[in-house]
């Protein structure tokens, strides 16, 4: 049997020029949920899983064999650091917070927004692989738990895990693997 691992769409709900339309400008009294732009959301949850429905039909008629491997992203907390990667020559600023700040949203609201996206994102990426024709093809871990929010332990920035934390989740994928 082949297998495609296959990690995609958390950061199309997170990444640079995703977030902030997918956020409403904070007025007082809001909840967090008053903050997500729903329609957009929406939106952009269809779009991400669309695309995992053209890989598996994709899959099906190039590699038939094969079974791809996804996983849910596990819940990021926002904060101000960035990242770097390749031993410092490519540094990044944070990825969400910035947008949240842009929009108004005060900080207690900054956590539940996000586990409420990834959350969303991972729920419905389960459904989908266990809808019919997709339950022969696509298999999602749920990583989602694994790691703590917050934590510096396992968390390199807003939305990279450490090296620890990659492993805790990479041990969970290849458990579905073998």
């Known amino acids: 049997m082949d297998i495609l691992l296959f990690s995609a769409g958390g950061n199309d709900i997170v990444g640079k020029n995703d977030m902030l339309p997918l956020l409403n400008d904070y007025l007082p009294g809001m909840t ?12 952009k949850l269809q779009s991400i899983l669309l695309a995992y429905e ?13 079974q791809i491997i996804t996983h849910t992203y596990d819940i990021a907390v926002p904060w101000d650091q960035g990242a ?3 031993w410092g020559l490519i540094k990044t600023k944070p990825w969400v917070k910035p947008y ?19 959350t ?9 692989s266990q809808a ?3 339950n022969q093809r696509l298999r999602v871990v749920q990583t989602q ?3 703590t929010p917050g934590s510096e332990s396992d968390w390199l920035n807003e939305i990279h ?3 620890e934390g990659f492993k805790r989740i990479s041990q969970k994928i290849y458990a579905e693997m073998k």
């Not at 967090?32 to 939106?43: A, G």
């Not at 053209?54 to 038939?64: G, K, T, W």
């Not at 108004?104 to 609201?109: Q, R």
């Not at 969303?120 to 989908?128: E, M, Q, V």
Request: glycine share 4%; charged share 20%.
């Open 32 to 43: 967090f949920l008053d903050c997500v732009n729903s329609v957009r959301f929406e939106q």
């Open 54 to 66: 053209r890989l598996v039909n994709l899959c099906a008629d190039i590699i038939p064999q094969a």
């Open 84 to 86: 770097e990667f390749f």
């Open 100 to 118: 949240l700040l842009r929009r108004g949203i005060p900080d207690s609201l900054h956590a539940p927004i996000l586990e409420y996206m990834l």
């Open 120 to 128: 969303a994102f991972g729920n419905r990426l389960i459904a989908l």
């Open 132 to 134: 019919s024709p997709n």
């Open 145 to 147: 738990g694994t790691l």
């Open 161 to 163: 895990p450490t090296e």
